[in-house]
């Protein structure tokens, strides 16, 4: 099948803004939701947003609500995390993510889709 690939990482001072994005394929995009996931090194990875199948629903994890919004583009097959005032905390290999609905928010499952990451980082 094919894989999930991210883009539009980056290196931004701190208070900047940057646009990931994560192209699927046209059943992958249909079929599933979507999310994207942060992994800093010696650190286990964690749940960043995820989006529903259709965009009927949007989850965020404490620590980006209100800087963060998870689109997606359904005709570009494309996902979007829009990043804004972003903070060094924030540095670390994004990835996009494909899976069912209820299995979406967790760290993994077994029919998990993975992208290869995308590194994001923020200077002081």
């Known amino acids: 099948q094919v894989p999930l690939v991210e883009s539009g990482g980056g290196l931004v001072q701190a208070g900047g803004s940057l646009r990931l994005s994560c192209s699927a394929s046209e059943r992958t995009f249909r079929t599933y939701a979507m999310g994207w996931f942060r992994q800093v090194p010696g650190k286990e990875r964690e749940f960043v947003a995820a989006?529903?199948?259709?965009?009927?629903?949007?989850f965020y994890a404490d620590s980006v609500k209100g800087r963060f919004t998870i689109s997606i583009d359904n005709d570009l097959m494309t996902m979007y995390l829009q990043m804004n005032d972003l903070e060094p905390e924030d540095t670390a290999l994004y990835y996009c993510a494909a899976d069912m609905f209820a299995k979406i928010r967790e760290s993994d499952s077994n029919r998990r889709l993975w992208g290869q990451g995308t590194q994001v980082t923020v200077s002081s």
């Open positions: 989006i529903g199948s259709g965009s009927s629903a949007t």
